[in-house]
């Protein structure tokens, strides 16, 4: 495959995991930001996590005419509807502000006893902008949320993700076993594979 691949976020938590996880299987190959190339962001317009990851992908394509890889991924939780959702970056308003979303997830988990919840990650590789076949994987991560924040690592909703297997929250994790359990480390090794089975290893 290419040696030079745009990874179509400006998300800087996200491209240190992505990053390290995808350098890892492909070595030979180097990943660079959209922001790096002076790319902007696109409209989230899409109605799932698959139409929104195209939709950026897709738009990286465009612009840098580099195979692109993007991922979106957000927080569900069943007692609020599936909410945050689509909406997870955004959830308190715009401009994204993480405390403040953590804030209101909290707020509105008063009182609910089935705190369950889980994150979801969607990769898509594209390797032009009219590739017809996009490479697509998913991976989730099951826990539940807790009362206040705990751990200063990762970032987004990750103080109050725990993880009973673990028994701790995201933001207690290590870099490396984060990447191992998480819902995007689990999408980035079925991308990883599927990239080496389409590029022959």
């Known amino acids: 495959m290419t040696d030079r691949v745009v990874v179509a976020t400006a998300n800087r938590g996200k491209v240190a995991e992505l ?81 403040a979303n953590l804030e209101k997830l909290l707020v509105e988990l008063e009182g609910k006893s089935d705190r369950r919840a889980f994150f979801l990650s969607v990769m898509v590789y594209l390797a032009a902008t009219d590739d017809p076949s996009p490479l697509i994987a998913d991976g989730r991560w099951f826990g539940e949320i807790a009362q206040g924040p705990r751990g200063h690592n990762g970032f987004g909703y990750d ?23 998480s819902h995007r480390g689990i999408a980035c090794r079925q991308l990883t594979d599927a990239l080496i089975a389409r590029h022959g290893g």
């Open 19 to 99: 990053s390290a996880m995808l350098s890892g299987a492909l070595p030979s190959t180097s990943f660079v930001t959209q922001t790096e190339l002076g790319v902007g962001s696109i409209a989230e317009t899409g109605l799932t996590f698959v139409e929104n990851a195209i939709l950026k992908a897709r738009h990286a394509c465009t612009e840098t005419g580099l195979p692109a890889i993007a991922d979106d991924s957000g927080l569900v939780v069943p007692a609020l509807r599936g909410a945050p959702g689509l909406y997870s970056a955004r959830y308190a308003g715009d401009p994204s502000d993480d405390k």
């Open 159 to 181: 103080p109050v993700f725990f993880v009973p297997s673990l028994d701790a929250t995201a933001a207690e994790l290590d870099a490396q076993t984060k990447n191992r359990e």
